[in-house]
């Protein structure tokens, strides 16, 4: 008979750089051998078993071919690589069915991430996951708070349809952060995850029964948004939660005198424990008389300022530093927000306050009553600056070996290449953070992107190209920033030296998700500047919690910070809080804040309510836009005062609240003991190099001396297999202006300073390794490479010793 086949060949994936094996097994057959893609495999390259059927008597024979990945590169035909087997009896011969050989892989970049959404309950909440690109295509699994979905254990939950996941009738459990993982034979990959926050709007409540007529002819009602109250940032109820109205027709006469009455307002900025605030009066419509000068206009407002003293907010009165009260018989305080105090202003000493136009955002509304100056005043902290620090400064001597210097966890680093200064030549080289207070002033909503960073001295010249790591906290995208690197001139003037984009032989920039590398030539004073071109631009902000008791013992400091996503804010942060006592109490979290001029809110949720109660009306702070954009270096602080029932609390839970109207938000878990030594640590940095501020000669680079320049001397030749340079570079992600690196003496020694200076903290020996062995396979093909006298690297026995 015809050779029957018993094992076919099976499609295959070749992982990494494993060859796979294809497999034949045909009966009967006197010879079984593999053609791929046309052509027939060389018999030195088949393995052959033979053995015989016991039933039938008939010769069996089983077949064996490797297939590598650099069979698979090389193949450049219509279709994927393939084989098949051909085997032959004495009748004839049979072919088996065409294996397909594909390299699998798993592209890095989500082709669409989930984004974040607010949904009413009970809406319908859709998040779109559309997987990277890879070979075999990946496989989709959905993440809540990082545990996995099982759509099959919850009917209202669909995440079949094209990779999304559908959740079909929202509850308010089902708020949290959202994630996709993609996986294939060869990797695993997270997007970016997407917070869903399922929110309840308000419904009033009824109003409450009129109260009796006050000494003023007036009585009210009140009511309260609790029918629902609102949740997860839902819309508070619109309207008055108190209404007056005269209870005697108009006839009601207070002794010879007609009641007067305006509504004050108080635009106020703290710094420290003076408050400068700007104070509006508004008549309603009877007549004011400020002092004796003044006449009435009922038209206009007048808006005052002075300075107001809030010494301690729970105990002392409310005192100012001018005359300004003075006309004023008699203040009362009314806190309508975070950020407004309205002061309601009669000639008599007795007052019932009348409601205020206003409504409320936040809090409970049953409380807005007035308050006498002279009892204690509503606990009210608003955003400020927090303090400055000198600059951050490292320094030592380099000489021809070259060393990198740190500022330690700051993310700014220099690297001086080995070579760069002269021999038997030394300098004092110096690196530093400049105080917060840039003199760069970015125009209009260009915005400062990191810490402005010296490097000198200025007259300390190279020979070769040193590398400066400056942090930024861009969301890099080219369609959304133009990225300008400027350096500031003896005279302070600051110049631009080019954008991030441009092609230049003077310098070279590489960006990172959140690091610049910068290629230099010259020392001087640096620093990255931001321009939107759409409103998409996403300014990266870490938010961070600190908490500390205060000097009464029942209450409890929690200060909240919004600080630019680069390890020299946090630092500084981190600083600021180590001198006031304040304990880190959640790992900081990354918001994404969009330049679509929305502001930012940031609130405290979830106060155990018969242990710790908040100062009234403190609970929510709102920032306008332009304070958190155009920030220029200094890290948004809120303090939030709460106070404990009894001194027996000693646990504190609640939530912290930051996002971005209509934009990202963030969670922030406090579950903390407000005792100092029950406190569980959290540690600060990812990456802690205060050890090493410096590092000189061999021990300041990942690769060592030997091996770089044998690297150098293959790739800095050109060859006619394109193994040179440009290789090298674009093994390494170096795709842009190569131009730069072709004006330099070695192109192959700046790219590794480059790759020196992406790894100083992972040291990634083992991805160079790999790039270096598969250029290295392609090389070692070349017949002639006797005749090309290039002495070819070891790079197997390179990566068996760290390289």
């Known amino acids: 008979t015809l050779p029957h086949f018993m094992e076919e060949p099976d499609d295959a994936y070749i992982i990494k750089s494993n060859p796979i094996v294809l497999r034949c097994k045909a009966m009967p057959a006197m010879q079984i051998f593999f053609k791929c893609n046309g052509e027939w495999v060389h018999q030195n390259e088949h393995v052959s078993e033979e053995s015989m059927d016991e039933t039938t008597g008939l010769k069996v024979r089983e077949v064996f071919i490797n297939v590598t990945r650099q069979q698979v590169e090389d193949f450049h035909g ?5 084989c098949q087997c051909v085997a032959w009896s004495h009748l004839g011969t049979s072919k088996s069915r065409k294996a397909s050989v594909r390299i699998a892989y798993l592209r890095k970049n989500f082709e669409q991430d989930p984004q974040g959404k607010e949904v009413p309950i009970e809406g319908m909440i859709v998040l779109h996951c559309r997987p990277p690109e890879g070979v075999p295509a990946a496989e989709v699994e959905w993440l809540k708070n990082e545990e996995p979905i099982d759509s099959n254990l919850d009917e209202n939950i669909d995440t079949r349809a094209d990779h999304n996941l559908i959740i079909r009738q929202a509850r308010l459990s089902d708020s949290g952060n959202y994630t996709c993982m993609a996986a294939n034979i060869v990797a695993k990959r997270r997007s970016m995850s997407a917070t869903v926050v399922v929110y309840v709007d308000g419904n009033w409540e009824v109003w409450s ?11 009210l009602r009140v009511r309260e948004c609790i029918a629902p109250a609102p949740r997860n940032g839902g819309k508070y109820c619109e309207g008055l939660s108190q209404e007056s109205e005269n209870c005697t027709e108009g006839l009601c006469i207070q002794g010879s005198h007609v009641l007067s009455r305006c509504i004050i307002q108080l635009h106020c900025t703290l710094y420290n424990t003076v408050t400068n ?53 008699d203040i009362k305080v009314k806190v309508q927000s975070s950020f407004m105090v309205s002061l309601g202003v009669t000639e008599r000493a007795e007052y019932h306050g009348k409601a205020h136009s206003g409504t409320f955002p936040h809090g409970n509304a049953r409380g807005f009553g007035t308050i006498q100056a002279r009892n204690k005043a509503a606990y009210i902290q608003n955003l400020s600056s927090i303090s400055t620090r000198n600059e951050l400064k490292t320094t030592a001597i380099f000489g021809h070996l070259g060393g990198r210097l740190v500022v330690p966890n700051t993310g700014v680093s220099l690297l001086v290449p080995h070579g760069a200064i002269p021999e038997e030549s030394s300098w004092e080289i110096y690196l530093a953070i400049n105080p917060r207070e840039s003199s760069l002033q970015p125009e209009g909503p260009d915005v400062l992107l990191g810490p402005e960073v010296t490097c000198g001295p200025s007259d300390v010249s190279v020979s070769s190209p040193f590398a400066l790591t400056i942090p930024h906290c861009a969301e890099v995208n080219s369609e959304h920033w133009n990225i300008h690197l400027k350096k500031r001139t003896q005279q302070g003037k600051w110049e631009e030296v080019m954008s991030v984009e441009e092609e ?21 004073t640096y620093a990255l500047i931001g321009e939107p071109i759409s409103e998409c631009a996403v300014r990266q902000l870490k938010v961070a919690v600190f908490g500390c008791l205060s000097c009464n013992s029942l209450d409890y400091n929690l200060r909240v910070y919004c600080m630019d996503n680069t390890p020299c804010a946090f630092q500084e942060v981190v600083l600021d809080e180590r001198l006031q006592g304040g304990q880190l109490l959640d790992e900081p979290k990354l918001l994404h804040f969009k330049g679509n001029t929305f502001s930012l809110q940031i609130s405290v949720l979830d106060i155990p309510p018969f242990l710790w109660r908040i100062k009234p009306f403190t609970a929510c702070q709102e920032v306008p836009f332009s304070r958190v954009w155009c920030s220029n270096q200094k890290p948004l602080h809120c303090a939030f005062s709460l106070e404990r029932y009894t001194p027996a609390t000693t646990q504190l839970s609640c939530k912290i609240c930051v996002r971005q109207v209509k934009g990202h938000e963030q969670i922030l878990q406090i579950q903390t003991s407000i005792l100092e030594n029950e406190r569980e640590t959290i540690a600060f940095f990812a990456h802690d190099d205060s050890n090493f501020p410096a590092q000189m000669g061999a021990k300041a680079f990942k690769i060592p001396y030997s091996i770089r320049q044998r690297i150098c001397a ?83 026995y390179s990566r068996q010793n760290g390289l």
């Open 714 to 796: 293959t790739f800095d030749t050109p060859n006619a297999k394109g193994k040179d340079w440009q290789m090298l570079a674009q093994k390494n992600s170096i795709s842009r202006n190569l131009s730069y690196f072709a004006t330099q003496s070695s192109p192959s020694a700046v790219i590794l300073d480059l790759w020196e200076a992406r790894h100083q903290h992972d040291g990634d020996l083992d991805s160079l390794a790999c790039a270096l062995e598969e250029i290295g396979r392609t090389h070692s093909k070349i017949s002639d490479m006797t005749e090309t006298e290039i002495e070819e690297p070891d790079f197997n």
């Open 78 to 82: 219509p279709e994927d690589y393939w």
């Open 277 to 329: 605030c700007l104070i509006h009066f508004i008549s309603p419509g009877n007549s004011l008389l400020l002092n004796s000068s003044m006449q009435p206009d009922l038209t206009v407002s007048r808006t005052y300022s002075g300075p107001i003293c809030l010494q301690d907010p729970m105990d002392k009165e409310l005192m100012t530093e001018s005359s300004l009260f003075n006309p004023l018989s």
């Open 504 to 524: 230049t032989t003077s310098c070279y920039c590489l960006l990172d998700p959140y690091a610049c590398h910068i290629l230099l030539n010259s020392f001087g």
């Open 209 to 219: 029964e009129w109260s009796v007529c006050s000494p003023e002819c007036e009585h």
